[in-house]
């Protein structure tokens, strides 16, 4: 008979701990040794655990250590083991740094407990899992970025050439022969093609795609 995966849980919400706990804990696959507030708790009680933790499903947004900050310190006393992240957060930026820091799975805390379960027993085969939502973030990261000719009128193109060399919306329209409404219609128009919500990114993107 296959032994139990030693589980361990960090989450500093008690509702919430208890409600991963519940749920995990009476799950045949897993033998939960560890539940801990805080990386530093967690830390703190592994050397009285009855078995060192093979998985470790840990929250991000802790008290003290972050769970990113967390992470290389849990890797350099359980070298073995692997640690899926759970957070409410979806940005890039965190999943890079998650990534970067060692974590094998990326979980937002939206996920069914069931799949949760799911997920653990998938990094226990090889997998690394991430939340549909996460997994977007990674697809469009490695995506070539789109030169706005590909995506923008030529008249766009023009407004955004007009505002990249710092005039106003008002001498936009001027160059332009169009008034102060449509180009606020065009600024519009061009955030939601390149999907971006300022002017800042839209400059950004404009300069992403030249390089």
């Not at 799950?27 to 703190?44: H, I, K, N, R, T």
């Not at 070539?144 to 193109?157: C, F, I, N, Y």
Request: glycine share 6%.
């Amino acid at each position: 008979m296959q032994s139990t995966i030693p589980l361990a849980i960090i989450e500093d919400q008690p509702t919430i701990r208890q409600t991963y706990a519940t749920y995990l804990c009476a799950q045949p696959e897993f033998d939960c040794v560890l539940v801990a507030g805080s990386v530093e708790e967690f830390l703190a009680e592994l050397p009285s655990t009855r078995r060192q933790p093979r998985l470790i499903l840990s929250d991000i947004g802790l008290p003290g250590l972050t769970g990113i900050e967390g992470l290389p310190r849990i890797k350099r006393v359980l070298p073995q083991a692997e640690v899926v992240l759970i957070t409410v957060y979806n940005d890039a930026e965190r999943l890079f740094q998650a990534l970067c820091a060692g974590a094998v799975g990326y979980l937002l805390k939206t996920t069914l407990l069931r799949d949760v379960k799911a997920s653990l027993l998938e990094v226990m085969e090889g997998g690394s899992p991430m939340s549909p939502a996460i997994a977007r973030h990674v697809v469009r990261h490695f995506q070539p970025v789109p030169s706005l000719t590909q995506v923008l009128t030529a008249r766009e193109m023009q407004l955004v050439q007009a505002i990249e060399e710092g005039l106003s919306y008002r001498l936009v329209g001027e160059r332009m022969g169009i008034t102060l409404n449509t180009v606020r219609t065009f600024i519009r128009r061009i955030y939601d093609k390149l999907e971006v919500t300022s002017k800042a990114e839209m400059l950004a993107r404009h300069r992403a795609g030249r390089s």
